[in-house]
């Protein structure tokens, strides 16, 4: 059962790398700005905040408890480690689907490097969330370049999620942009547009459409 307060969230912000050797990696543009947005609007409600953050250049939220990771293995492990006492997960990070099936001990020269590279999967940590979520509030993000709603909704659907935040990353919107705009669509068929905007502002608008103080004194209840 949740607690009525403190609320404790958990977020997860910016990019994971997967190694092809010491120096190179599979990774994205994520600047973990959004995942800090709300892990800040979730400190400026009174709410305890745990964050799980991958390799940005961005200043700790203030108040927030701070578990840096690199890579999605790091990720998973840390989200079994602190999601039993959390209230509510918000799965912002821009986590990397497929990792080097093989890491090599030594840089690779440029000469002698394998032009293809085998793929295997990484840890699905929201997947594996959700099946020991209990009362707990999850809520994720999938980035799209196209047919947003079609793919948040089947991400919400199949991980088994309350809500899932969609954004359409683009040259001016989402990932190292400071402005975000958000299809939220919640699993009793809620849609809401947020945004555009900044993304303090999507941030605590998000917050406010989670409705997580009256859920949470209803169970505790």
Same mark, same amino acid.
């Given at each position: 059962m949740m607690k009525a307060s403190p609320i404790r969230c958990l977020v997860t912000a910016g990019p994971t790398r997967e190694y092809i050797d010491p120096v190179r990696f599979i990774s994205n543009p994520s600047s973990g700005k959004?995942?800090?947005?709300?892990?800040? !609007?979730? &400190?400026?409600?009174?709410?305890? +905040?745990?964050?799980i953050i991958g390799p940005v250049a961005l200043p700790c939220p203030t108040a927030a408890s701070l578990y840096e990771i690199e890579t999605a293995e790091q990720l998973n492990q840390t989200l079994h480690d602190l999601f039993p006492p959390c209230d509510v997960l918000i799965m912002a990070a821009a986590v990397s689907d497929f990792k080097p099936a093989k890491k090599l001990p030594c840089k690779e020269k440029?000469?002698?490097?394998r032009r293809t590279l085998e793929l295997v999967p990484t840890p699905d940590s929201l997947l594996e969330m959700s099946l020991q979520k209990g009362s707990r509030i999850l809520v994720g993000f999938a980035a799209e370049t196209e047919n947003l709603e079609e793919h948040g909704l089947r991400k919400l659907q199949e991980k088994d999620l309350d809500w899932i935040a +969609? /954004?359409? +990353?683009?040259?001016?919107?989402?990932?190292?942009?400071?402005? %975000?705009? &958000?299809?939220? &669509?919640?699993?009793?068929?809620?849609?809401?547009? &947020?945004?555009?905007? !900044?993304?303090?502002? +999507?941030?605590?608008?998000?917050?406010?459409?989670? /409705?997580?103080?009256?859920?949470? %004194?209803?169970?505790?209840k």
């Open positions: 959004m995942g800090y947005a709300l892990a800040q !609007a979730a &400190i400026d409600r009174g709410w305890t +905040v745990d964050l440029k000469l002698e490097a +969609v /954004n359409k +990353v683009g040259a001016d919107i989402g990932f190292q942009s400071d402005d %975000n705009e &958000i299809l939220l &669509i919640g699993s009793d068929g809620t849609r809401l547009l &947020i945004g555009p905007g !900044a993304k303090t502002k +999507v941030a605590r608008d998000l917050l406010d459409a989670l /409705n997580l103080e009256t859920i949470c %004194n209803t169970l505790s």
